[in-house]
């Protein structure tokens, strides 16, 4: 079967705005919503938390995992925090598989990682670069008590 790339651009300042957002909630629409969930930058900024992500990481089921790399262009990211190898696809959605988030949302019909399992998460990682974000959550959940 031939690999195929897949990227969903849309927006712009043109007239066209409208017609583009369209265009890519149909093809958003017609990805499989219960193989994956968002996780991580990704899922806070669906949240309305953070306001930027380098790239959209996703947690896949196994069978899910096994047709991304058949279909798509995958290149091997590294060895994730669970000890399973992470793929990224064009550089920019970054996925793996067997992690379950305790609490989901839904936002838009995709399951989203919770902010207090995007917390857990990022707690776990210990990584300096997510010290001053782990403060800013702890800080929100404590506020949701």
Avoid at 13 to 34: Q, Y
Avoid at 54 to 67: A, G
Wanted: glycine share 4%; net charge neutral; charged share 30%.
């Amino acid at each position: 079967m031939k690999k195929i790339k897949l990227g969903v651009i849309y927006g712009g300042l043109s007239t066209e705005h409208e017609v583009s957002i369209n265009s890519a909630k149909s093809v958003i629409d017609n990805l499989d919503k219960d193989k994956f969930f968002i996780i991580s930058g990704t899922a806070l900024v669906l949240q309305n938390f953070s306001n930027q992500t380098h790239d959209i990481d996703i947690w896949v089921s196994k069978d899910y995992y096994e047709y991304l790399l058949s279909n798509f262009n995958c290149e091997f990211d590294r060895i994730n925090e669970f000890g399973n190898k992470a793929f990224m696809i064009d550089d920019v959605i970054n996925f793996g598989f067997d992690f379950c988030p305790n609490n989901c949302v839904y936002i838009n019909g995709y399951k989203v990682s919770s902010l207090r399992d995007c917390y857990n998460v990022k707690k776990l990682l210990n990584r300096d670069k997510d010290k001053k974000l782990l403060l800013k959550l702890e800080k929100e959940l404590n506020k949701r008590l």
